[in-house]
């Protein structure tokens, strides 16, 4: 199989280049990050924090992550003010779980009920706004498995830290997890197959980020409530690309969690993701204005065990005319027809 072109691993736009390089920092365990100095920072600014875990049918999954969150940041150490599971639609034991775990639960559909009820995670996290109070707002998915302790301190550190970051997303390599057999890579399917090529081609100043699509973010409630919500699986694509807009690059940050494992669905349902997603994008792309400095690229990240590295390859549209309108073909086809 030809490999594709490697153009150079550090071919993104310069702005592209520069914000990952400045803006991407590294929580990949608890004890990466310093809970003091962010316990400290959240004092001084007198900030509240909530933490949202949107969830449709997670009882397997979001009693634990309740209850660690739960017990780590807000009984132990006062980081959390408020967790709330936003519950979506969901036909299982979601809401006793969470409840009984420690969360706050609120149903959808009861949530600014003027406004109807939507399905999806995009109006989950939407309504969440209306029913939490944190200055600072934390996104979790209730499918996460594993030890995502540090997840909480590692969205809230460069908010915390840095005044000038108005929204963090979290980064990691991504095993795929299908019928219960785990392989190392593969996850994110819809990000590698979609999402990643119609940013780099349409804000490739957003090529710096590792996990567009991650359901883990975090950021101030004063830009979050300044932009809409996409509906469903579109809601990452369209925060991500709106944020930019209103705050620009220096306003965005990315933080290495690491590994994050979570239930994976089917390529089928993932079908119906990318096409949200998508329909997400084509919504907004009249207001893209792709550089021609980094047409055609696509920067794809592997992990070398410290950090994320970005390798680009070329992917820039190559098509031949129409064979009808080359004249050897033509003066070929004359003689044919003899
Ligand atoms: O209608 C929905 C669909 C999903 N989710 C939640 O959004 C998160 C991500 O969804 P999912 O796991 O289905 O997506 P994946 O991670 O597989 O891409 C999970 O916490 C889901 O429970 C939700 O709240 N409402
Ligand atoms: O990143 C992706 O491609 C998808 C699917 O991930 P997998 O292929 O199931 O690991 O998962 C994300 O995308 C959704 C749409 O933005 C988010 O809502 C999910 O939280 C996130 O897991």
Sequence with gaps: MRSPIVVDSEAMRPDA???FHGRTTSARALDAID????IAAKRRSGSRVSVVLPARDEEATVGLLVADIAERWM???HLVDELVVVDSDSTDATAEVARAAGADVVATAD???AHGSRPGKGEALWKSLAVTTGDLVVFLDSDLKGDVSHYVPGLLGPLLTDPHVQYVKGCYTRPLEIDGVSVPSGGGRVTELAARPLLNALWPELAGFVQPLGGEYAGRRTVLEQV???GAYGVEIGLLVDLLDLVGLGGLAQVDLGVRRHTSQSQEALGAMAGQVVSTVLARASRAEPSLAAGGLLTQFRHDGGRFVPRS?????DERPPMATVPEYQARAAILAG
């Excluded at 809970?35 to 962010?38: A, F, N």
């Design 35 to 38: 809970v003091d100095e962010l």
């Design 313 to 317: 390859t070329a992917v820039a549209l």
């Design 228 to 230: 809409p919500f996409a």
């Design 75 to 77: 009984r132990r150490v």
């Design 111 to 113: 949530v600014l009920p």
């Design 17 to 19: 280049r520069a914000w």
